[in-house]
């Protein structure tokens, strides 16, 4: 198989192929634990792009597979079914030894800091650099540098033991990416760090996928603060990637959802859920949207633009940005009740029918407040007996 | 420095462990130096007693096994050697083990002799000054020609010295050296001496190395070696030393094999040495017995330091896991392991020489033994510390296959 034939299955309009230089393909990925009747299979038919200078959050629930995808991305295991390419390097058939030599081009960050008590600080990060020797002040140049960055300048010759917590997780982020590596692949990397370390940490991330080196980050976490530094979420649920969205667009559909009237409480987590279940489509000032009458299968929800709502030929009301309108029909069991035009070029957010169910079936509340959200378009509007 | 220094720090932070480890193997290492200081001793004392005869070739019995057992051959043997142009002398001498009758101690208080005997350890410790009745305790006995001493300075000297008193029958000169109980340090208050059945007295004495055969050594002249020692005649005697002119021993050994009669063996100086170590080292159990006490000491080296150095990683294994996420290899990490052993066994290695120089001098001082650390025995020791760690040092590489990197997310 080659990179020229791959191309990962997208289903979502806030999805987006990744640039032109990718370096993490995974195609058809699958992974299993155990052998005859104990195997069990944790990961499921997975694609997935990421390109070079890429921050990109995967996110999911504990035992989803995300810590077996990364440790395969990691070149920590040895690929099973599927393809896989890490850095131009095909970890498909790749062997121990090949394993080994891609590991040293990407960074790791662990929950743990896992350092040597009896090694300090610096000459923890200098077993990092002797993986790519130079001079011996070349080394420890780049090590202190690093570690004045990230806020241990005056710290570099204190044995863990004389670090608190937050100061070792950032001696291990130090020995991370003291080597410029082109991959970082980090689990919950500001987890044991104070507001202040984990924005330094986020920062220098950033500016290593910004920089020069455009260095790719993949981080496991659930620090919200990271989002405003990712590029993309991907979600994966039961072993399989559900959602892989570009987070600018991914926070526009939060910001719209949270100002629709009818999901005022929602937290930011299930907004977010809901927001992998939306697409994106643009109109033309002019272009009508849904007709009265017809029977619906989406909900729209207004991220940008203006839109006219007309009942009975007659002029309703404007629809303004977080406002909604559209019905499913054939579940709640009555026809669109208004005609939507767009006044100028608008971004609308859109649940159709298949994700709105996957969307219920994740919150069963989800409907009552859909409902509500009707309540003033269609009074009386029900589920129908069996959705 | 281009990598940092792991092991060495592993080693300076480990603390409880890594004392544990050092003084594990530093007690090993003491072990097996003790040893190979007694194969050593066994070395020496073996060729000590050849050392301080005065010959070029020897004449034994056919059936000579060791300084100690020499067996038996003619005089008449020493007589036919002298036939050969290049010896210039021929001197006999008689040697055998007898009884002696050992002082009591204290001498004026002696303890009764039907009480109950000083342990071992009380004896041990208490050396010369132990409680004991009178007792009787063999010895090894050498008769010679007083106008012919066959020794070298210096005995010889102290020979000389006492060669007159020597003359009168029945008198003897104790080794210095003895065992304690054998009374050369109460020589001047004791009087009651015997050799066998008969009384003598101790007129002066000589400095011998004791060995692992005999506690003391006495010397008197033929005569009375002859009637003391029941030989009935100075016809027979156990070793004939032979000194031949100056660079013709080997063509004298060779012209006395083929001129003496094939009850007696004839060897030059190198050869009866060698013969003796051999006999001591190689045909009793000795150099089997230091041999295994030296692998099993090994043993117990390599397995303290195996099992300090595996808890070692097995307590560091998210550490050494992460170093192998990094893309350090197995081998790069053995390395490390390897050091870290080799460590451990070379600063044991130093203690131990340190500990054993002080039991060399105990043990010296305690049984009157040669105790000497030869260079030979420091370089086996130190290649045998330096393989322990090497081997134990690549078998804890196999705990390495526990610290699983992918385990870490």
Same mark, same amino acid.
């Given at each position: 198989?080659?990179?020229?034939m791959?191309?990962?299955?997208?289903?979502?309009?806030?999805?987006k192929?990744a640039?032109a230089?990718v370096?993490?393909?995974?195609?058809g990925?699958?992974?299993?634990?155990?052998?005859g009747?104990?195997?069990?299979? +944790?990961l499921?038919?997975?694609?997935?792009?990421?390109s070079?200078?890429?921050v990109?959050?995967?996110?999911?629930p504990?035992?989803?597979?995300k810590?077996t995808?990364?440790?395969l991305?990691?070149?920590?295991?040895?690929m099973?079914?599927?393809?896989?390419?890490?850095?131009?390097?095909?970890?498909?058939?790749?062997?121990?030894?090949?394993? +080994?030599?891609i590991?040293k081009?990407?960074?790791f960050?662990?929950q743990?800091h896992?350092?040597?008590s009896?090694l300090s600080?610096?000459?923890n990060?200098?077993?990092?650099?002797?993986?790519?020797?130079?001079?011996?002040?070349e080394?420890?140049?780049?090590?202190?540098?690093m570690l004045t960055?990230?806020?241990?300048?005056e710290?570099i010759?204190h044995?863990?033991s004389?670090?608190?917590g937050?100061?070792?997780q950032?001696?291990?982020i130090?020995?991370?990416?003291v080597?410029a590596?082109?991959l970082?692949?980090a689990?919950?990397?500001?987890?044991s760090?104070?507001?202040?370390?984990s924005?330094?940490?986020?920062d220098l991330?950033?500016e290593?996928a910004d920089?020069p080196?455009?260095?790719t980050?993949?981080l496991?976490?659930?620090? =919200?603060?990271v989002?405003?530094?990712?590029d993309?979420?991907?979600?994966?649920v039961g072993g399989?990637?559900?959602?892989?969205?570009?987070?600018?667009v991914?926070?526009?559909?939060?910001?719209a959802?949270?100002?629709?009237e009818?999901?005022?409480?929602?937290g930011?987590?299930?907004?977010?859920?809901?927001?992998?279940?939306?697409?994106?489509e643009?109109f033309?000032?002019?272009?009508?949207?849904?007709?009265q009458?017809?029977?619906?299968d989406?909900?729209?929800?207004?991220?940008?633009?203006?839109a006219?709502?007309y009942?009975?030929? =007659?002029?309703d009301?404007e629809?303004?940005f977080?406002?909604s309108?559209g019905?499913?029909?054939?579940?709640?069991?009555i026809p669109?009740?208004?005609?939507?035009?767009?006044?100028t070029?608008?971004?609308?957010?859109?649940?159709d029918k298949?994700?709105?169910l996957r969307?219920?079936?994740?919150?069963?509340?989800?409907?009552g407040?859909?409902?509500?959200?009707l309540?003033?378009a269609a009074?009386g509007?029900?589920?129908?007996a069996t959705? | 420095?281009?990598?940092?220094?792991?092991?060495?720090?592993?080693?300076?932070?480990g603390?409880?462990?890594s004392?544990? *480890?050092?003084?594990?193997?530093?007690?090993?290492?003491?072990?097996v130096?003790?040893?190979?200081?007694?194969?050593q001793?066994?070395?020496?004392t073996?060729?000590?007693?050849?050392?301080?005869l005065?010959?070029?070739?020897l004449l034994?019995?056919?059936r000579?096994?060791?300084?100690?057992a020499p067996?038996?051959?003619?005089?008449?043997?020493?007589?036919?050697?002298?036939?050969?142009?290049?010896v210039?002398?021929?001197t006999?001498l008689?040697?055998?083990?007898?009884?002696?009758?050992c002082?009591?101690?204290? #001498?004026?208080?002696p303890?009764d002799?039907s009480?109950p005997?000083p342990g071992a350890?009380s004896?041990?410790?208490?050396?010369?000054?132990?409680?004991?009745?009178?007792?009787?305790?063999?010895?090894?006995?050498m008769?010679?020609?007083?106008d012919?001493?066959?020794?070298?300075p210096?005995?010889?000297d102290?020979?000389?010295?006492?060669r007159?008193r020597l003359?009168?029958?029945?008198?003897v000169?104790l080794?210095?050296?003895?065992h304690?109980?054998?009374?050369?340090?109460?020589r001047?208050?004791?009087?009651?001496?015997?050799?066998?059945?008969?009384?003598?007295?101790?007129?002066g004495?000589f400095?011998?190395?004791?060995?692992f055969?005999?506690?003391?050594?006495?010397l008197c002249?033929?005569?009375d070696?002859?009637?003391?020692?029941?030989?009935g005649?100075?016809?027979?005697i156990?070793?004939?030393? #032979?000194?031949?002119?100056p !660079?013709t021993?080997?063509?004298?050994?060779?012209?006395?094999?083929?001129?003496l009669p094939?009850?007696?063996?004839?060897s030059?100086?190198?050869?009866v040495?060698e013969h003796?170590?051999?006999?001591?080292v190689?045909?009793?159990?000795?150099?089997?017995?230091?041999?295994? !006490?030296?692998?099993?000491?090994m043993n117990?080296?390599?397995?303290?330091?195996y099992q300090v150095?595996?808890?070692?990683?097995?307590?560091? #294994?998210?550490e050494?896991a992460?170093?192998r996420?990094?893309?350090?290899?197995?081998?790069?990490?053995?390395?490390? #392991?390897?050091?870290?052993?080799?460590?451990?066994?070379?600063?044991?290695?130093?203690v *131990?020489?340190a500990?054993?120089?002080?039991?060399?001098?105990?043990t010296e001082?305690?049984? !009157?033994?040669p105790?000497v650390?030869?260079?030979?025995?420091?370089?086996?020791?130190?290649?045998?510390?330096?393989a322990? !760690?090497?081997?134990?040092?690549g078998?804890?590489v196999?705990?390495?296959?526990s610290?699983?990197?992918a385990?870490l997310?």
């Amino acid at each position: 198989m080659t990179s020229a034939m791959l191309t990962t299955t997208l289903n979502r309009a806030v999805n987006k192929p990744a640039g032109a230089d990718v370096v993490i393909r995974a195609v058809g990925v699958n992974y299993a634990y155990g052998a005859g009747e104990t195997r069990t299979q +944790v990961l499921f038919d997975n694609h997935l792009e990421i390109s070079r200078g890429e921050v990109v959050i995967m996110t999911g629930p504990s035992g989803s597979g995300k810590s077996t995808l990364l440790t395969l991305i990691g070149a920590l295991r040895s690929m099973q079914e599927g393809y896989l390419e890490v850095l131009h390097k095909n970890l498909s058939k790749a062997g121990e030894g090949a394993r +080994v030599d891609i590991r040293k081009e990407i960074g790791f960050i662990f929950q743990q800091h896992n350092l040597f008590s009896s090694l300090s600080a610096l000459e923890n990060v200098r077993m990092a650099t002797a993986l790519k020797p130079a001079s011996v002040d070349e080394m420890t140049g780049r090590c202190v540098d690093m570690l004045t960055r990230l806020g241990l300048g005056e710290r570099i010759h204190h044995l863990p033991s004389e670090l608190s917590g937050g100061q070792k997780q950032r001696v291990a982020i130090a020995r991370a990416l003291v080597n410029a590596p082109s991959l970082i692949l980090a689990d919950e990397p500001t987890a044991s760090l104070d507001a202040n370390s984990s924005q330094v940490v986020l920062d220098l991330l950033r500016e290593l996928a910004d920089g020069p080196s455009r260095t790719t980050v993949l981080l496991v976490t659930h620090d =919200q603060r990271v989002i405003d530094k990712a590029d993309r979420i991907v979600n994966m649920v039961g072993g399989k990637i559900v959602t892989n969205s570009l987070t600018k667009v991914a926070v526009r559909i939060v910001r719209a959802l949270a100002a629709t009237e009818g999901l005022v409480g929602l937290g930011e987590a299930t907004l977010s859920r809901l927001a992998n279940y939306m697409t994106v489509e643009d109109f033309s000032a002019g272009d009508e949207i849904v007709r009265q009458g017809d029977e619906g299968d989406r909900f729209y929800i207004v991220g940008s633009g203006v839109a006219d709502a007309y009942k009975d030929g =007659q002029f309703d009301e404007e629809k303004c940005f977080g406002e909604s309108f559209g019905m499913i029909s054939s579940y709640f069991k009555i026809p669109i009740p208004e005609t939507v035009k767009a006044r100028t070029d608008m971004e609308v957010y859109v649940l159709d029918k298949d994700d709105f169910l996957r969307a219920l079936a994740d919150d069963q509340s989800f409907e009552g407040r859909i409902r509500s959200l009707l309540a003033g378009a269609a009074p009386g509007a029900q589920p129908a007996a069996t959705p | 420095m281009r990598n940092p220094p792991l092991a060495w720090r592993n080693v300076a932070h480990g603390g409880r462990r890594s004392v544990a *480890a050092i003084s594990g193997a530093a007690f090993s290492l003491v072990m097996v130096l003790l040893q190979l200081g007694f194969l050593q001793a066994v070395r020496i004392t073996a060729t000590n007693n050849f050392d301080v005869l005065d010959f070029d070739v020897l004449l034994t019995s056919a059936r000579f096994e060791q300084f100690y057992a020499p067996g038996f051959l003619p005089l008449e043997r020493l007589r036919q050697a002298q036939g050969v142009a290049t010896v210039e002398s021929a001197t006999p001498l008689y040697a055998t083990f007898a009884l002696w009758r050992c002082p009591p101690s204290p #001498l004026d208080a002696p303890p009764d002799d039907s009480g109950p005997r000083p342990g071992a350890l009380s004896r041990w410790l208490s050396g010369s000054r132990t409680a004991r009745p009178l007792q009787r305790r063999q010895l090894y006995v050498m008769g010679f020609d007083l106008d012919h001493p066959p020794f070298r300075p210096p005995i010889r000297d102290s020979i000389e010295a006492n060669r007159a008193r020597l003359r009168v029958p029945n008198r003897v000169l104790l080794n210095a050296e003895s065992h304690p109980d054998f009374g050369w340090q109460v020589r001047d208050r004791y009087r009651d001496w015997e050799l066998e059945d008969t009384a003598v007295e101790v007129v002066g004495g000589f400095d011998m190395l004791r060995g692992f055969a005999a506690d003391s050594t006495v010397l008197c002249s033929d005569d009375d070696f002859v009637r003391i020692c029941g030989y009935g005649s100075r016809e027979t005697i156990n070793l004939g030393l #032979l000194k031949v002119e100056p !660079g013709t021993a080997d063509a004298t050994v060779s012209a006395l094999r083929e001129t003496l009669p094939g009850d007696v063996r004839v060897s030059s100086r190198a050869e009866v040495l060698e013969h003796e170590v051999d006999h001591w080292v190689n045909q009793t159990s000795t150099g089997k017995l230091f041999a295994v !006490g030296v692998l099993v000491a090994m043993n117990v080296a390599a397995v303290v330091v195996y099992q300090v150095l595996s808890n070692d990683v097995r307590e560091h #294994l998210p550490e050494y896991a992460t170093l192998r996420a990094m893309g350090y290899s197995t081998l790069r990490l053995a390395g490390i #392991l390897i050091f870290q052993a080799t460590l451990y066994m070379l600063i044991s290695f130093a203690v *131990a020489v340190a500990i054993s120089e002080v039991v060399y001098r105990a043990t010296e001082a305690l049984a !009157g033994i040669p105790m000497v650390m030869t260079r030979e025995n420091l370089a086996l020791t130190f290649a045998l510390a330096m393989a322990v !760690g090497a081997i134990t040092g690549g078998l804890t590489v196999n705990r390495l296959r526990s610290a699983d990197p992918a385990d870490l997310f």
